[in-house]
């Protein structure tokens, strides 16, 4: 942990340099301890409320922060993985990033059937066996065809199989009165995953450079800094399946206690395998038919309509994930930590905003937290448009040598101004977000009809979709249109990659534009049902 051990101890401070702030030496440590002291308390004031619940909440949270660890430091790879290893161009890598995107989100909407009629448990095996099965073979497939099939399927099918079993598994071993805090404790320990995923993503870089061949002595061969950080997945997952296979089958949480039901049998005669296509065909068929139904009501496209309005800020998660990495490296220079400046930053900073944010907004509309928060964060990216010569004189400053030393760990001639808009775009779009993506979950499970929320919550992903199938290839056009690949990398070689988030803010701002014209819609919603609005 090599910049995050700089950062509390200011190790690099003495033994490359000697600091112009000594304060710093206490400040620094004291601030990382407030705020580990703080994480403990969050998560100790969660499982309080938990205590009694049975141990399979436990474990699939364990498995959460495991799994959102490989999975945050992967996804900063693949773009990467695509263009180096493959050989595709930012637009290719970028499209078949939004092709695997939309093809995840689809594969999620039919899982919750399967994991009713299967079971917990039985679901998060067949994610874990099949991410552990991708994440052992993608790092030494030859070509783009045979990392599909072996990497990007599987991996694809594995995530979605986890993701949504979070919200059943928070259901079922959770009471109605405890569920508030199941999720809670889940989004905090996710993000510290997400968090830790950013870290290794850095590490492994720094520790081996962007084009590096790792030999792998037990097969004989030898894999790329971006394969071998899939290849690390892998091995976190292992923890995960050992965790999943401590859980009980049947575990619920009801109001007299734990209880373990006894679950249906599968298929003819309980086959596993015969089970799970069985019910995969069948969920299929009433997916179509739900599809069917809900699209010919009109109270469901507006529904949609009122979700797709925050699509347009939505899109900057995909640049941060698809466009960041390679901005990053090509701006900065190789072995840059550019995953911690966004997949550090954010996720920490949303740990401790969240439930600050809760705590002082609960009697505040989710519309209008909607409105502030999107237009805080889509209003942030155009920081990152700021000439960074406004931000020179930052640099030879205390506030420098916190950044650039204490937590980048940045020799001397890495340490752009560039940085500094970069890192106030993201902490000020952090802000927003822990306003208004809260609301957004709370907003569509309360507009959903009564009586249809299963159907219309499940549907609500299809903005998303549109939105991922747009991110891909417009990530890409961006990165090809102003920070080539094949230049020397430097910000001089860049003179208009400050278009970049011209482009994504100018995305981004249509949303509270949208949120504020639809006033009356919205608040119509939000005081009833969609329906009455249709």
Not at 46 to 61: N, S, T, V, W
Not at 65 to 86: K, Q, W
Not at 209 to 222: D, F, Y
Not at 436 to 465: D, N
Request: glycine share 8%.
């Amino acid at each position: 942990m090599t910049n995050a051990l700089t950062f509390v101890s200011g190790a690099a401070v003495g033994s490359a340099e000697v600091s112009k702030y000594p304060w710093l030496d206490y400040f620094v440590p004291m601030l990382v301890i407030a705020l580990l002291i703080a994480l403990v308390y969050i998560i100790w004031s969660y499982q309080k409320g938990l205590k009694g619940h049975p141990r399979e909440i436990y474990l699939m949270f364990f498995t959460k922060v495991t799994e959102y660890s490989a999975y945050g430091g992967i996804n900063l790879a693949f773009v990467l993985y695509l263009s180096h290893d493959m050989g595709l161009s930012d637009i290719q890598a970028g499209t078949f990033m939004g092709v695997y995107a939309i093809g995840l989100s689809c594969l999620a909407m039919i899982v919750g059937p399967v994991c009713d009629t299967i079971g917990i448990k039985k679901t998060l095996l067949v994610g874990a066996y099949t991410l552990l099965f991708s994440r052992i073979l993608m790092p030494f497939m030859p070509n783009l065809i045979l990392a599909t099939l072996f990497g990007f399927l599987p991996m694809a099918l594995g995530i979605a199989i986890t993701g949504p079993v979070i919200s059943v598994s928070i259901k079922r071993f959770t009471t109605p009165a405890t569920a508030t805090l199941g999720f809670g404790m889940f989004y905090t320990l996710m993000n510290v995953g997400w968090a830790v995923g950013a870290w290794m993503f850095d590490t492994v870089r720094r520790a081996f450079g962007e084009t590096a061949e790792i030999a792998i002595p037990i097969v004989n061969t030898s894999i790329s800094t971006y394969q071998f950080i899939i290849l690390i997945g892998f091995f976190i997952n292992i923890p995960d399946l050992i965790a999943i296979l401590l859980m009980r089958d049947g575990a619920e949480m009801t109001e007299e206690g734990v209880r373990i039901n006894p679950l249906a049998k599968l298929g003819d005669g309980g086959n596993f395998i015969t089970g799970i296509i069985s019910t995969v065909k069948n969920t299929a068929i009433k997916t179509g038919t739900q599809i069917k139904n809900v699209f010919g009501e009109r109270a469901f496209w507006v529904f949609i309509f009122m979700l797709f309005t925050t699509v347009f800020v939505r899109l900057t998660f995909e640049h941060f994930h698809l466009t960041f990495p390679k901005y990053g490296i090509r701006i900065f220079g190789e072995g840059v930590p550019i995953g911690s400046v966004y997949g550090v930053l954010n996720p920490v900073l949303v740990v401790f905003l969240v439930p600050l944010v809760a705590a002082i907004t609960t009697k505040v509309s989710s519309y209008k937290m909607m409105l502030i928060g999107t237009f805080i964060s889509a209003s942030s990216v155009f920081l990152a448009v700021m000439p960074h010569s406004w931000f020179e004189p930052m640099v030879d400053t205390w506030f420098g040598e916190l950044i650039f030393v204490r937590w980048l760990d940045l020799p001397v001639e890495s340490r752009s101004a560039l940085f500094f808009p970069l890192i106030f775009f993201i902490f000020i779009f952090t802000i927003g977000e822990a306003l208004w993506s809260p609301r957004l979950m709370q907003f569509t499970a309360q507009i959903a009809p009564k009586g249809k929320e299963g159907s219309y919550i499940s549907l609500a992903i299809l903005p998303w979709i549109f939105a991922r199938a747009l991110g891909g290839p417009l990530s890409g056009w961006l990165l090809e249109m102003y920070s080539p690949m094949g230049l020397p990398s430097g910000v001089e070689h860049y003179p208009r990659h400050f278009m970049i988030w011209v482009w994504v803010g100018s995305i981004a701002i249509v949303s509270p534009i949208l949120l504020f014209v639809l006033k009356k819609l919205f608040m119509k919603a939000e005081a009833g049902s969609v329906e009455k609005v249709a």
